[in-house]
Structure formats: structure tokens, C-alpha cells
């Protein structure tokens, strides 16, 4: 097994629990919640993705809330597998493994992040034309 495998089943893992949330807003605002709380604590770790995150962050919000759904599914389960991988702690490297347990978190957002760009982009045109970002900072 080469680390694509690894890689795809480890993504599949992560899709099933994205599963959960798809179709449970309630749920799905939860996570969203916890993602923000743990990015606000890894700020300094986040910084230079950190205006892309809270962009992918509020077009979830408006997902889930029924505000923008013009977003491809595709887009948005690989959104939802990142926040999922991104909060929960027992992933490819813990987050408890000092220096190293966090670094994947962010190499997984910043991943989907580059792979949805055109979408992320789409909703802040969206945003901005219905109201505008609130200060993510």
C-alpha cells in the first residue's frame, strides 16, 4: 500500500464522518463553533492562511444556514471533511504530539483551501454583494 492509498483511506474515514453533518445543520453549526474556538487558539499557527480560513469558515456558516447554496457538493463535503479532520484531535498526527500534532491540521486546510479557491472566491464576490464579510480578525 503506497501513501495514495493511505492518503484515500484516510480521506474516506474522514468523509464518513463529514456524512454526519451534511444533512444535520444543528450538528454541523457545532462543529463550525469548535473549529472557530481552536482556530482563534491557533491563531499564530494559521497566519498565513488565516483570512482563507475564516473565509471557508463564514461560507460554511452560510451553508448551513440555508444562505448560500451554490456552491458545488463536491466543494462542500471537501469543506466539512477539513473542519472535521481540523477539530477532532485523533487524526494522522495528534494533536498532542508537541510541534507536529497541529501541522497537519493546517496542511489539510490549506489543501482543500487551494482545491475549492475558485469557490471560496465566488462566495466572497457573493458575500460582499449581500452584505458584506464581518471583520474575521
Known amino acids: 500500500m503506497d501513501n495514495r492509498d493511505l492518503g484515500r483511506k484516510g480521506y ?14 444543528e450538528k454541523a453549526a457545532e462543529l463550525l463553533d469548535s473549529a472557530r474556538k481552536k482556530a482563534g487558539r491557533k491563531r499564530s499557527s494559521l497566519e498565513k492562511i488565516w483570512d482563507k480560513v475564516q ?22 463535503i471537501m469543506i466539512i471533511v477539513a473542519v472535521v479532520y481540523f477539530v ?8 498532542f504530539i508537541v510541534g507536529l500534532g497541529f501541522i497537519d491540521d493546517v496542511a489539510v486546510l ?11 472566491e465566488e ?8 452584505g458584506g464579510l464581518k471583520n474575521r480578525g
Do not use: H, M
Not at 473565509?55 to 448551513?64: A, C, M, P
Not at 440555508?66 to 466543494?75: A, C, L, M
Open 123 to 130: 462566495y466572497r464576490v457573493w458575500k460582499e454583494a449581500n
Open 110 to 120: 490549506g489543501f482543500v483551501i487551494g482545491q475549492i479557491n475558485k469557490d471560496l
Open 12 to 25: 474516506q474515514r474522514f468523509e464518513k464522518r463529514a456524512d454526519e453533518y451534511i444533512n444535520d445543520g
Open 88 to 95: 477532532f484531535p485523533l487524526d494522522i498526527l495528534p494533536d
Open 55 to 76: 473565509l471557508l469558515f463564514s461560507l460554511l456558516d452560510d451553508w448551513i444556514k440555508g444562505r448560500y447554496k451554490v456552491i458545488p457538493t463536491k466543494s462542500i
